[in-house]
């Protein structure tokens, strides 16, 4: 698989919300994902941020 489908399949996991897959297939593939490696953590660890902070904000109400 060539690093573009490779960060495009953390995209999916993403927007499925699988955030923990995400993250763990970005681990595993960082050798492969070559130039994309930065984009695919930075996305991973951006939604995981964004999640929490809704995850917050829906407990005060």
Do not use: C, H, R
Request: charged residues 35%; proline residues 2%.
């Amino acid at each position: 698989m060539n690093p573009l489908e490779l960060f495009n399949q953390v995209k999916e996991m993403i927007e499925k919300k699988d955030f923990e897959a995400a993250k763990t297939f970005v681990e595993d593939n960082k050798d492969n994902l070559g130039e994309y490696f930065d984009q695919a953590k930075a996305l991973v660890s951006g939604n995981e941020m964004i999640s929490g902070a809704l995850d917050k904000i829906k407990g005060l109400f």
